[in-house]
């Protein structure tokens, strides 16, 4: 699986910790930064994370600042993308389970030793389909009618 990873200026130290868990799992990584601790603006790394993961040049994408919200905001306005923050592994799990989440955005601040898990639940969980489908179709319905 081919995995764009981004951060912010939070986000360098967890970054390191979810690389090592995807190289680990057999997975590729590519690298959006940032890569120091000076201040940048994290909608622009969604950005670069967001459009790789929806023009289909990387299968998942995982995204990491403060609190993880920002990243999610900024990464869901990216047509295609199902970003999901996950704060353990059961709402990865269902992140990708029933919402077919296709990035997974993470909170660096909050000291969560258990990150390795829930990296890999995000990675290793197949969407379910079925009745899902439908609610996914409704949310591409929506995106379909703010790009008109």
């Known amino acids: 699986m081919r995995v764009a990873v981004g951060n912010d200026h939070r986000g360098c130290e ?11 799992a057999g997975h590729t ?37 403060a609190t993880g919200i920002g990243m999610c905001i900024a990464a869901n306005k990216v ?17 990708r389970m029933h919402n077919n989440a296709n990035i997974c955005c993470l909170a660096a601040e ?9 990296v890999l639940d995000f990675l290793n969980t197949e969407f379910e389909g079925g009745r899902h489908i439908k609610r996914i179709d409704k949310i591409k319905t929506i995106e379909d009618k703010q790009c008109q």
């Open 110 to 118: 909050e000291e969560n030793p258990k990150v390795k898990p829930i």
């Open 14 to 24: 967890l970054k390191t910790r979810v690389i090592e868990a995807i190289v680990e």
């Open 79 to 95: 047509r295609g993308i199902r970003a999901a923050q996950c704060y353990n592994t059961f709402t990865a799990h269902r992140s």
């Open 29 to 65: 990584v590519h690298d959006f930064g940032c890569y120091t601790e000076e201040s940048v603006d994290y909608p622009d790394i969604a950005m670069k994370v967001a459009e790789g993961v929806a023009r289909g040049d990387f299968d998942r994408g995982i995204l990491i600042c």
